[in-house]
């Protein structure tokens, strides 16, 4: 018998950043239309705002495909500060020229099943009964400790790196295979697999998870940040093959991109 | 054997208000072609009466995302008021500004499994035919006496949180697992364990279900309301482990707002 | 063994009126841009062509939601005279103003499951071999008698309820369970069951069954009326719990609205 | 044993006309924005091509629904010719008042199931070993006589029918019921019963078959024609309870359309 | 027991050219309105552009049906030059009057099935444990002289023939049939009759594989390449009689077009 059965299933999940990723078009006929000193002046007037927005842990792309020519990355400190980008972006001329076509709301998310283990297993020896104030209060602690100490990985920098990929996915449930049903061991277990592979790309590959259950159309994004962007593909090819990939990961739209420091980069005629 | 079994299948169900959910996108290239003195001019046009529809039991809110930039949610008596609202929003000059992207159409519901599990099996001891006058007669007694009970909660004033969540959902009906085809006491037990993991976060989130089966493409519309938009994450991904939700849940889009008082806090420009 | 086994698996089937269902959004910038002189005259020019429709038998829906503004339901005699409906509409200068988001092309039809499991039987046990002139003479003239009894029904009056739901739906056809790999007689079972639940409505609701294969991306077309809207909810949830509907049926759009009777309702500003 | 195992499992197809059926959608305001004597222009300046297209094997329909108005189809002796038609109506100004919205690329087939057990048979009893230079000349020889004897079916002239429904369609290819892993007896054993429906309708309903793996996105169309289009149904309907097409036919959009021999029929207001 | 069992299950993977499709529609209405002079004068403007990327690598089709009316494929060293395609392009007039529809970003992959199995099982048997620096210094060594041999494969020209087939594909990770889990052997018994069924092929067709995981919405992409395009519907119907296309392959959109010089070929009036 599995020692954690009878006990929560979900497992202790920290929160930190809201992130917003917009993906865009450029209305290149209407912007083509405008003379040279009209664009000049948007793209002007648009510089001081984006460059404060990119001060505050923004980043812009040059999307490669027909998925969009630009997007936007933004880490805030709650959804409050995310609604004032897209108020701020609205406000600016060149908003008009550029069409919005997807977009991903999260939260950077650490989901801590390790830990989880470790404590529902002790507090299940010791007879704590699930959601009683002896439970929660041992759980809050244990949050508030992990959350202080990995305050840096909850609300990142944006990473320096040249590409991004972007991805949303789902963890699978089928009518034979399904993550949500798997005791939390076996989720752990394979979680942990997981993560093996990811710590041998460590130096090459910056990863950031958040969590979209009740933001957006997918359980979780997936931002990867390198210099190389075949990098990309072998890591995920290779967890591709990790069982909780194989069995339970289900995806959306892939995002490639190259950063770019100004969008007079990609306005400029 | 089921106590149940050869019963009728469906759970009693208290219908309230009807609702409404519309999703639009802001045209920005052709409001801003307008001069400040129209844009005010039209921004005035519409106060009144969209402040007189948030009297009567409407809300907006500013989406995040690239669904839409603004939701419009109506609570009213009937189906009837819900045309009246959208042959008045119609009529309004800012109409032509807002792009209608997607909407929702539904009622909101009571579904009374435990009552159902009593009440038929009370019947069924009792050698009560189903559908005979004396069946239906005693429902209906029943679903009156609940209806009058429940009224606050089948006619809801707008909850007053700051953020809302807005997701459609199925039941699933998969070759295997089938939730149409499982015994109501097997419902009902599902249904409870999942209404506990709502009990525990009452404090923090108010939830209104409203049916949609015959109105629109999934069966169930659920709002979320919340202060905090983080409790909405955590509310879903605990009840995603539950059996009902891990097995039987099929999601549509998700949808997330700060409320908004008046349009022109996201039309000035 | 079934005694049906070894004879045709497709029930007779009666065809009647041609249907068709046109959906439409307002293209209400254009339609407000013109003055309101203009507005009339083109409202008045359609008030004919669209009264004789309505007297031949189509009607106008208010749509509730984004999936069109008006819904016009047209029964004719055959799809000649839907084409001639088509080709009538787009000479109109409404029409400008009218974008046709959706539509349905199906026939009013009866599947005869009783009389097909009696006839079927009969010629059976008579050694009738199937498809030779005999059967065929036997099923044509059982055909005909019941076409001539059910003339009403093939060729329906537009009901006069307030309110209208319409979808589209298929039988499933999983890789186990598979609707078109059942025996006659069990179709036919499941089938009565469905049709008993719909007769306990029968003075609330009035259901017209079209046919699509071969005309449109579904199999069948579903119309229900009714003057209080709730009791579709209340049917079709009722219904999906029986065996034919919960494990063999899958559903696409549903649209919603009320009756109106000119399009000035709709269009005057 | 099967006697056809470790043979080949493809087929003998053999291939005739290149076919592209192309749906549009008329652009009515701009159509009815010029101005009487425009419009006859482009309409008469369009006659001549068409007319010549007409004659060269293509056939202009009305199409019933919101999917297009108009649809043109178009046999021809290869790829290359169907590419100079499109680019010929490029070139047309009445292309500037159609809008493409659908289209299907393939090439007239002859799928032959019985030669192929038959001759794969024959040469497996001779041990000729499979794509033996012996093996290539047996089946090219064979080949070269089918084409010869078919070919009229093969560059099928347009039938003269009042009435079109065209759609695409898959083998399915499940997790367990795959038509691709059916022993060739078996699919050729399947695709006979399905032809002995086919022929009862022989004399009302004339079927080209055409093969698109590799040209677009599902693996056949079907053509069907006749004069009236409820054969279509009742037809497709029949098929559906065959064992070919009950688990292993996928299906797409139905497109259902009338004859139309000039533009102007449609495009007179 | 698997000898490979406990070894990595990815195969060694050879990366090579960066890939970019790109699908066109024209404007035709927004072309035809310009005058023949700047219509030459923009087409002018393209063709040194234009030329210079086809000698860098680059080749145009027109294509067949409604998915676009051309499309440009691009071989690059890497993803900055393509890029830089990107951002060229934008600067054109001309591509104002091209509407992306489409895209597909991947990197020319050769999967070195065979290798891994010879590789892995000597390592294995030599107990090189997995991912120590030994083992990665073999592979190292091993995957650069494979580079170095297959040079021309990883980075090809384009190739000459008039017609060519691309559509991209994933490897079916279903319930129960679930390819990311096959033992390397199989899968690479799988791949190698595969290549059986194209090493046939070879005269007439040639084929290019890129990688797309991490890049866009599926796994390959596929360039077929040949003067007849008849053979691509023989090579791919043939092949999906394989188990590893029969089983494993799930296939998007296909496209097919026809070679072109210039853009003037297809723009001319």
Excluded at 14 to 41: D, I, T, Y
Excluded at 51 to 77: I, P, T
Aim: charged share 25%.
């Amino acid at each position: 018998m599995d020692k954690l059965e009878g006990l929560p299933a979900v497992p202790l999940t920290l929160e930190g950043a809201g992130v917003l990723h917009q993906m865009f078009r450029v209305r290149w006929p209407a912007w083509r239309a405008l003379s040279a000193a009209e664009r000049e002046a948007i793209v002007d007037a648009a510089a001081a705002p984006l460059g404060a927005m990119e001060k505050a842990g923004s980043a812009m792309f040059s999307l490669l495909g027909h998925k969009g020519d630009v997007m936007l990355v933004h880490f805030r400190k709650d959804f409050d500060a995310l609604i004032e980008i897209e108020h701020c972006l609205a406000r600016l001329r060149v908003w008009d020229y550029l069409e919005l076509t997807s977009s991903y709301v999260s939260v950077v998310e650490l989901g801590l099943y390790e830990s989880s283990v470790r404590l529902y297993g002790s507090m299940g020896e010791r007879k704590v009964a699930p959601h009683s104030p002896e439970w929660d209060a041992e759980i809050a602690e244990n949050m508030q400790r992990q959350r202080a100490a990995m305050q840096p990985r909850l609300f990142p920098e944006m990473p320096p790196h040249r590409f991004i990929c972007f991805y949303p996915m789902d963890r699978r449930r089928g009518e034979e295979k399904n993550w949500y049903q798997l005791p939390m061991t076996e989720r752990q277990r394979q979680m942990q697999e997981h993560g093996e592979v990811g710590r041998r790309y460590a130096g090459t590959v910056k990863q950031i998870i958040s969590g979209s259950i009740g933001f957006d159309d997918w359980e979780w994004g997936v931002d990867l940040f390198a210099d190389d962007p075949l990098v990309f593909k072998r890591l995920i090819y290779e967890m591709r093959f990790d069982e909780v990939s194989a069995v339970y990961a289900l995806f959306g739209s892939f995002y490639i991109g190259r950063r770019i420091s100004r969008l007079a980069e990609l306005l400029s005629l």
